[in-house]
């Protein structure tokens, strides 16, 4: 019986691919942080056969990828859209984000609403890893395993992981 070929694992982790938001983590119906922002940090594990050529898959499409994902939401707010104790709506030009008995207006053109519950790192990593994956160009590598990670600052990291059989 002939052995299967191992795997190989690229990490594509660029200084480029990060970017910069404001977010504010809700803990509670009554209790979050104040608005701040990050510095967020991409990286992402990728296992893959390498072929007769030597090479596993074009690294550029995942980089490229990260990093028009990044560029997406630089210099914006992230705002929940699935959260259970936030609510978006337009008003008067605004979005308004109400939570609890604030209400907090900000220009359109300075927010992107995420479908997630909370902007955190862990709700991040699996955003990047669903919108790297949903690209045609990827998802048509066939990649057995894809890790996409995202930072908030030095030594905090969270992981989302696809596997395909």
Known sequence: MAATPP?????????????????FTIFS?????DLHGHTFYVKALIDSAVDVTGLAFDYNLVKQRLKTLCERIDEKILLPERSPFLSLAEEDGYLVATFAN??????????ITLPVANITVE???????TALLDDPAICGLRLP??????SSGPGQWASAVQTNN
């Open 102 to 111: 604030e209400k907090l207006p900000f220009l359109p053109r300075d927010v």
């Open 29 to 33: 119906d009554t209790d979050r942080e």
């Open 123 to 129: 709700e991040l990593a699996p955003w990047f890893l």
């Open 145 to 150: 395993r894809v890790e996409v990670s995202v």
């Open 7 to 23: 795997l190989t694992r690229i990490e594509i982790s660029k200084e480029y691919l990060h970017f910069n938001s404001g977010h």
